[in-house]
């Protein structure tokens, strides 16, 4: 840890889903992972070891694939004891029609730019669906008013969710804009770590993958 730093942030997204696998959106829908999605979410966390980072807590998803994911990485780290929050406001974006859809059955139905702009876009929604403005009010309010000042009690806090929450998040964290998250992306079991200042100032910040 930066000598200055006073606690550390990891942002991960869950591993590889069986609807991850099968090109599909998910959003709310809840698949477990894969064999591949638990391989990866294993050696995220030997990763997390060799920085010498043990979580003393641990925010997630509702989410099946993210409790799973959870569950891994405690046990290689060692932190089965940790207090888990598991909240709605960290669950994944909400792609209403599009739910259980293939990314290409999704195209062919609505038209390649339309499904691109809802799926990259800051403010287009899916019929029936969240919009990443969406998202970001929900995680937004819950990082300040929950997990910021549980950040700040110092040591190491996961937070294990979804590409578009953590999208929604890294983009508070990042100073992201509306555009520049278009292209902005976190891979499964991809991961990023912060270090903060007393002051709650961003003082590092790193990919884990």
Not at 36 to 45: H, I, K, L, P, T
Not at 150 to 175: E, F, K, P, Y
């Amino acid at each position: 840890m930066n000598g200055a730093a006073h606690a550390r942030l990891i942002l991960l997204r869950h591993g590889e889903s069986e609807a991850n696998a099968a090109n599909r959106f998910t959003g709310s829908a809840d698949p477990a992972l894969t064999a591949n999605g638990r391989g990866q979410a294993d050696a995220v966390a030997r990763q997390l070891l060799d920085r010498g980072i043990r979580p003393a807590r641990i925010f997630r998803s509702t989410l099946r694939r993210c409790a799973d994911t959870t569950a891994i990485v405690t046990a290689v780290t060692g932190s089965q004891d940790v207090p888990v929050i598991a909240n709605l406001a960290l669950n994944e974006r909400d792609y209403g029609a599009l739910t259980g859809l293939n990314k290409a059955e999704a195209a062919d139905r609505y038209g390649v730019e339309q499904v691109l702009r809802w799926r990259r876009s800051y403010a287009d929604a899916p019929p029936d669906g969240e919009s990443l403005r969406d998202t970001a009010a929900r995680v937004l309010a819950y990082h300040i008013h929950v997990m910021l000042p549980a950040i700040m009690q110092g040591g190491a806090t996961l937070v294990v969710a979804h590409g578009n929450s953590l999208r929604a998040l890294a983009m508070a964290l990042d100073g992201i804009d509306a555009l520049g998250v278009e292209t902005f992306d976190i891979p499964t079991a991809g991961a990023i770590l912060y270090e903060f200042a007393a002051t709650t100032a961003i003082l590092d910040r790193a990919i884990i993958s």
